[in-house]
């Protein structure tokens, strides 16, 4: 039986449209789970890991978390050995040094010679005191870090699987990384700027998720455009596409400098343009009230929509993105 032309006809106008519809990036961005990442927090976020605090016990059960889930991701490790993790030890203070570790992923790209890092900071304050900012009375509860930075963890961990199930092939790698420390000064990042997995020299840029799950649906702060010339035009021409899609205006507040705080910062100190993701502050900051119940899944799924199509803006660009200098 042979098809109507009418029928035949509407089939090939419509096919770019099917087609384009089929494009690895749009199944990416289709297949986003706001309530996969969800499950991700609840469980970094829960009492059996403590808060998460440095060099703690807790610490190793999320970092092991986040590698048992890149392995399932079906990402190659890079850290020590052929396995998930980077070992450093890190002073805490002048009497304190603690072992830990930093977790890796890659995703490989098309050109070996260049890599784009997609990171957020996973441990958090165990029960205090340092870092605290709770009541008196609730000093030594367990702080679980739910937004602060789970909600980071969860999104980088929730675009590594939706990246490689769609059959990505990026231009250039993009490495996964986890850092311990944060807390205690950014303490991870700076370890592995000065050991490296991949030469700095191949790093384009830093894109970091820090605190981005609270707040106005829509409305999110990214910090460092000023760190590459190109940075402006690529976010604005995100931040259409997702409204486009999504038919939620967002409300992005661009900021020029690096903020100076944040994993961010260790790459930008080394002239690497960087990017932080953040959807701002709240009451609950580092104190026991930030859990996973309050976290605004809505937001989180525009802030891991408006991330991935940012990754993939830059991971796919023609041209490297410009080097600021070096950030004294």
Not at 24 to 42: T, V
Request: charged content about 20%.
């Amino acid at each position: 039986m042979s098809m109507p032309p009418k029928m035949f006809a509407l089939i090939f106008a419509l096919l770019p449209t099917i087609l384009a519809q089929d494009e690895p990036h749009d199944r990416c961005y289709d297949a986003l789970s706001e309530q996969r990442a969800l499950h991700h927090i609840r469980f970094l976020a829960s009492d059996v890991l403590e808060g998460r605090a440095t060099g703690s016990g807790g610490e190793l059960a999320a970092a092991s978390y986040i590698a048992a889930t890149l392995e399932a991701c079906q990402l190659e490790a890079m850290g020590d050995d052929g396995g998930w993790f980077q070992r450093c030890e890190l002073t805490l203070d002048e009497s304190t040094t603690v072992h830990s570790q930093n977790v890796a992923g890659l995703l490989r790209g098309s050109d070996p010679d260049e890599v784009v890092v997609l990171a957020a900071h996973y441990d958090h304050l165990g029960r205090g005191p340092y870092g605290s900012l709770a009541e008196s009375d609730a000093q030594g509860q367990i702080h679980p870090g739910a937004d602060d930075n789970a909600s980071g963890v969860a999104a980088c961990l929730e675009l590594a699987r939706v990246l490689v199930e769609s059959g990505w092939q990026p231009r250039r790698s993009v490495l996964f990384l986890f850092f311990s420390g944060e807390e205690r000064g950014n303490l991870g990042s700076e370890y592995y700027t000065a050991h490296p997995l991949v030469p700095l020299p191949q790093t384009v840029a830093m894109l970091n998720l820090d605190m981005v799950g609270r707040g106005q649906v829509g409305a999110f702060q990214v910090w460092g455009v000023g760190t590459a010339p190109d940075f402006a035009a690529q976010l604005k021409s995100v931040e259409v596409e997702v409204e486009r899609r999504s038919g939620t205006e967002l409300e992005p507040y661009y900021g020029a400098e690096d903020p100076g705080a944040g994993d961010n910062n260790a790459f930008h100190k080394q002239g690497i343009p960087s990017l932080l993701f953040h959807t701002g502050g709240h009451g609950d900051y580092h104190t026991p009230g930030d859990t996973w119940q309050e976290v605004e899944p809505a937001q989180l799924s525009a802030l891991m929509r408006f991330a991935l199509l940012s990754l993939i803006e830059i991971t796919d660009a023609d041209e490297r993105l410009e080097s600021p200098p070096a950030r004294p």
